[in-house]
């Protein structure tokens, strides 16, 4: 049987997808199995998130993650069972290894679709080269980072993490929920502003979701009503956020932006919180579409899921950030905050290390909260304090085992217990802005798209519960899925109409017809009618990638009853720092354990481009 024969059954097995399959058919023939085995591989990998594929992983244990070893075993037979990839890639025409224009790349023992290799080409470059330091009176920054921050003798994180972003072209802030990112940033606008009198700084905020933008200007506008400004001060700060899309200027039913290297931004300073959420090739874009006076800050918590996307930009960077600053960093640093910061790092990396900064102290969650302890447990893999947490009896933790029919009857009792204040001001025909604000209270979060405990099967058994609480009312034609009260979730962007996906909106009957209402980043409200909308799904129930940049005062997480890749130890943690108040967990022991012994992998070759020597 031929390498395509072979191909054909793995895509009916739904081990790879046909565009890997059609890839891997232009780029070889019948006469090259090795390369076509190859491409196919790269592709479905791209399509699983990961920038590269090493050729150490070109082996039947390591591909279909362990699924169909049989039919693994075939292929590689098929191919030949190279022994020396290199060689085999490089005779071909789709491969090189150079600056050649060629649809795969080979550099070093990683490949790359062209296009990964360029994006990862120019985000090193941008984080490494082209971050240059800023000068400023060493004093006056002394002083305005007093002023704002205060002084102490114990290193206070958020007055260096200030301190790293005033001093360099590019620089990044990480922090868990509650560490002060906002809050930190808005001292350092505020610094900006005193520190450029005779220059009027242009600045910009953004974050990748329309939710993230309104978050972003919600929680900084109220950090920045706390500090003593003056009317012209306010007036020189930034009012609100807007999403990367619509900043690059995102043109309908086109890949293309309006903004881009031969028509950059007009900004001084950018602003991008949740970063971990920007993927590979938004990251290039972006940095393309910057002019090469500006300054970039970086927020987003490292330890947060990666995008969707392919890449984990905010990740990779933030490898280095316990690394310690080179010696001059270091002494710069002190004498900025009056604060010691650690030294360390070789000269190859201190370019990245010095412009990084980690938010260290909590201020959300105190020693009283589940919460924090749950968030902690997870993200070390503690499984054993995961237990200990539960049965403490923290009063804004709760945990349902999840085994029996019963026990997902009970869970399905509890949502609609969650939505139920929601929906009656739905009932009451309360003002738009009040209803989109109540259904932010409470959300159901899970991992998986489809099945009973995906978005589909979840969405489906909510809303038959919630008719017969007669909470909302279904249509008679199953033609149509629209009824009062019904939340909705964005998967598209449309920028003609300002909607982006993640955006959240919920359907409401008016004088005029039923609506659906947004939520803006100026905290007004939009209406659009149904027929309008791109792309979209129920909103129910969201998965926890699609909550991300999003908070609610009660989060309720739902692993499936068996365990699946896509549920990771970076996924629960994601899951449970979207709660302020409280957090309900529904899952089997047994799968909620191996979940947090279990890590995201993507694979790149940026933290092996930022440690290469100088």
Not at 8 to 37: I, R, W
Not at 459 to 476: D, V
């Amino acid at each position: 049987m031929s390498l395509s024969q072979l191909l054909n059954q793995a895509v009916e097995l739904k081990l790879l997808s046909a565009l890997d399959m059609q890839f891997a058919m232009m780029v070889a023939t019948d006469e090259q199995p090795g390369v076509m085995l190859a491409a196919a591989l790269l592709s479905h990998d791209a399509g699983e998130g990961h920038v590269c594929l090493p050729l150490s992983r070109l082996r039947p244990d390591d591909i279909f993650a362990g699924r169909s070893p049989e039919l693994a075993a075939q292929l590689f037979a098929a191919a030949g069972e190279p022994q020396h990839w290199p060689s085999l890639l490089l005779a071909s025409y789709a491969v090189s290894d150079d600056d050649t224009a060629t649809p795969i790349k080979l550099i070093g023992e990683r490949l790359y679709l062209n296009r990964m290799w360029r994006n990862e080409q120019r985000v090193a470059d941008f984080f490494s080269t082209h971050n240059r330091p800023l000068i400023w009176d060493e004093n006056q920054v002394r002083s305005v980072l007093d002023r704002l921050f205060g002084v102490s003798e114990k290193t206070d994180w958020q007055k260096v993490a200030a301190a790293v972003a005033l001093t360099r072209r590019i620089s990044v802030i990480s922090g868990g929920p509650g560490t002060g990112k906002t809050t930190t940033v808005a001292k350092l606008l505020v610094a900006l502003v005193q520190l450029s009198v005779d220059k009027p700084l242009r600045i910009q905020l953004a974050a990748p979701t329309g939710k993230a933008a309104a978050r972003l200007s919600e929680s900084l506008g109220h950090s920045l009503g706390q500090l003593p400004l003056s009317d012209k001060q306010k007036a020189l700060l930034p009012g609100d956020a807007c999403t990367l899309h619509r900043l690059l200027g995102a043109q309908r039913q086109s890949q293309k932006f309006r903004y881009h290297a031969g028509n950059p931004l007009h900004l001084d300073v950018l602003v991008v919180d949740e970063a971990s959420m920007v993927d590979l090739p938004m990251m290039a874009r972006l940095i393309t579409a910057l002019p090469p006076h500006s300054q970039v800050i970086f927020l987003g918590d490292r330890d947060q899921l990666a995008s969707v996307e392919a890449g984990a930009v905010l990740g990779d960077i933030c490898q280095y950030v316990n690394e310690g600053y080179s010696a001059s960093r270091a002494e710069q640093l002190q004498r900025l905050t009056g604060n010691s910061v650690p030294v360390g790092g070789s000269l190859a990396e201190s370019a990245l290390q010095d412009c990084l900064c980690l938010l260290r102290t909590s201020y959300r969650f105190g020693d009283d909260s589940g919460i924090g302890k749950l968030a902690q447990a997870v993200n070390g893999s503690n499984a054993k304090q995961v237990d200990v947490v539960f049965a403490s009896g923290y009063e804004d933790v709760s945990y349902r085992i999840l085994l029996e029919t019963e026990d997902y009857a009970a869970m399905i009792d509890d949502v609609v217990a969650g939505y139920r204040d929601y929906l009656l001001l739905v009932k009451a025909k309360a003002p738009p802005a009040e209803i989109i604000k109540a259904f932010g209270r409470y959300q159901l979060l899970c991992a998986l798209r489809e099945g009973p405990f995906g978005v589909s099967g979840l969405n489906e058994r909510i809303e038959l519960a919630l008719a017969r609480e007669r909470l909302i009312y279904l249509p008679p034609k199953a033609s149509s899925r629209w009824y009062h009260g019904r939340p909705v979730m964005i998967a598209r962007n449309e920028a003609a109409l300002g909607l982006f996906n993640g955006d959240i909106g919920i359907a409401l009957q008016g004088d005029d017809g039923l609506r659906v209402w947004f939520p803006m980043a100026d905290s007004s409200v939009k209406s659009v009618q149904p027929s309008r909308l791109p792309q979209h799904d129920t909103a129910w129930v969201m998965t926890v990638h699609k909550s991300q940049g999003s908070e609610f005062d009660h989060a309720a997480l739902v692993l499936p009853n068996q365990f699946v890749p896509v549920v990771t130890r970076e996924l629960v943690y994601t899951a449970i720092t979207r709660a302020r108040k409280h957090l309900s967990l529904y899952a089997d022991k047994q799968i909620l354990r191996r979940a947090i012994m279990t890590g995201t992998e993507r694979r790149s070759g940026l933290t092996a481009m930022f440690s290469a020597p100088i």
